[in-house]
């Protein structure tokens, strides 16, 4: 079934990849206030996003989660969901102003919707190490069959 769904997220992660492009560029194009405040946010995401990458590579997403719980689920999902805005915002403080035609809104948006399909894929990945194939349920979410107030990953920690 997953399949299906990353299909069905092929076409609509490029099609919100586009809308928020587009509305980044009128936004920042109006306000350039906004676009200086959304690039200083974006290269506080991309450290979050490094952070993250090197918990994992040094302790694996099992270890990462049990050591770190709360911690590394915030992080996880904030990068889940602010890496795809901040590299479009990125790509486009970065491309020149200057290009033809609709090259930064091409550039920018190829950039949001392909950080989009690897934190999908990422957290497809990193919630099926954590709790294994099919639980049914997302990683910070789980409970463990030791019974009510056990963790799967904490012994008798709630």
């Keep these: 079934m997953e399949i299906f769904g990353l299909l069905f997220a092929l076409p609509v992660t490029l ?16 306000w350039p206030r ?10 506080v995401v991309a450290g ?15 270890d990462a989660f049990r050591d770190l719980r709360h911690t590394y689920t915030t992080l996880h999902i904030v990068n889940f969901l602010l890496a795809p805005p901040a590299v479009a915002n990125l790509a486009l403080h970065f491309t020149p102003r200057s290009s033809a035609g609709q090259r930064r809104f091409k550039v ?5 919707w392909l950080t989009g399909m690897t934190v999908l894929v990422g957290n497809i990945v990193v919630d099926e190490t954590i709790t ?11 409970r463990d069959n030791g019974g009510p107030g056990r963790s799967r990953l904490h012994g008798n920690s709630p």
């Design 15 to 30: 099609g919100a990849s586009a809308s928020y492009t587009w509305l980044a560029i009128r936004m920042f194009g109006r």
């Design 34 to 43: 906004t676009s200086r405040v959304a690039v200083a946010i974006s290269h």
């Design 48 to 62: 979050l996003v490094v952070l993250e990458v090197i918990l994992l590579l040094a302790m694996g997403a099992k």
């Design 108 to 112: 920018a948006t190829l950039c949001c």
């Design 132 to 142: 294994g194939t099919n639980n049914g349920r997302p990683f910070y979410l789980t």
